[in-house]
Nanobody, 124 residues
Framework: QVQLVESGGGLVQTGASLRLSCAAS????????LAWFRQAPGKEREFVAAVSRSGGRTNYANSVKGRFTISRDNAKNTVYLQINSLKPEDTAVYYC?????????????????WGQGTQVTVSS
């Protein structure tokens, strides 16, 4: 079992930056692949970014490339999502996800474990 707890969301203005954190427990972080997804009201959950077990490889949705950066600190059992130049369309609940098998996967169904989410709201 893997437990994931997100933090760092909030209400910000357009152009601001946020760093989301996801603390993992229950299994060594170095053995699991991690990703961030988001879900806006009335929309399906969508892939944002994924990072390999070592942190050496990443995968991003086209819509966030250049503004979002995923990273991980296996010693702290934490994965991060740095979000810059926030836009109103980034408003969503952001979820951390983990799986034991596939690396850099971008489909929600490929992830076995999920956090409870953290709300990011960007005002215009």
């Amino acid at each position: 079992q893997v437990q994931l707890v997100e933090s760092g969301g909030g209400l910000v203005q357009t152009g601001a930056s946020l760093r989301l954190s996801c603390a993992a427990s229950g299994r060594a972080l170095s053995n699991i692949a991690l990703a961030w997804f988001r879900q806006a009201p009335g929309k399906e959950r969508e892939f944002v970014a994924a990072v390999s077990r070592s942190g050496g490889r990443t995968n991003y949705a086209n819509s966030v490339k250049g503004r979002f950066t995923i990273s991980r600190d296996n010693a702290k059992n934490t994965v991060y999502l740095q979000i810059n130049s926030l836009k109103p369309e980034d408003t969503a609940v952001y979820y951390c996800a983990a799986n034991i098998g596939l690396v850099l996967a971008s489909v929600p169904g490929q992830y076995e474990y999920w956090g409870q989410g953290t709300q990011v709201t960007v005002s215009s």
